[in-house]
């Protein structure tokens, strides 16, 4: 396949943003049904389930983008964390549809699309967009990090504040072993409740750092284009995604991604733990 144009691309996945949207919202205001979903983390050298939540929203929002990517683009595969099973290609989007489900179901309104494009085991397109705010995230590689369209720099913060760390994870029993390894080092940890959010934050330099533990790929996908354009240090203490294993839909990536010196003084702190 040639290369595809990301400005064209950029447009046209812009454009189903509005009903995605709608959907989404449709559903925010109601009581929503939640079922729950048994997610497999990888533990060691085997894994085991851990009870997730699911609602219509969810796959209501991943079927329309599924759809929609697919009449566009044909060509392209599709991995979305609802799908039961990926096609893979050379190219694949990867989709969340609702990022902090959780936040979705209580009434929260900090919860997102994210809508990624791969080549192989890179990222060259990623989109996040919160429906209750309107804000979009859009990165380009090689190209830079934009909000609402406009290219932005990492925020610099003031001197005197304490560091701002923002932490996800699957199984909550993790907890207490990952503080008390960085919290000797960093005593303040935040969590909002979506790992793409974080992203978003740590990229545009509103936290300085975020780890991400056992976390799925479509957690990712978008945003560490988003912190790879924006100047961040990305340290994987899991191996990278391959877009061929198949064991693609396992939570089992870990990273910590932020401000240079911090992000390696993490990393070092939780070495041994993954």
Known sequence: MTDLNLLKIHKQVSGLLGPASRIAAGYFNKNTVVVSKQIDVIEGKGSRQVEDI???ADQEVEDYFRTNLKKLYPQIGFIGEESRAADIKEYNWIIDPIDGTQNFVWRVPLFCHSIALWKGN???YGLVHLPMTGETMHAFKGNGFYFNNQRVSRQKKSENL???ILYALVNAEQKEVI??????????????GSM?????????GKADLMLGIKIGLWDLAAVILFGQE???????????PEINDKKLSNYKYTLVMGEVKLAD???????GLY
């Open 122 to 124: 890179e990222p060259i």
């Open 54 to 56: 699911l609602t219509v």
């Open 265 to 271: 003084k993490v990393t070092r702190a939780m070495k």
């Open 196 to 204: 793409v959010l974080h992203g978003v934050l740590t990229a545009s």
């Open 162 to 164: 304490k560091p701002h």
């Open 230 to 240: 924006s100047g961040c240090k990305i340290n994987w203490l899991s191996p990278k």
């Open 179 to 192: 503080l008390s390894k960085v919290g000797r080092i960093i005593p303040y940890f935040r969590h909002y």
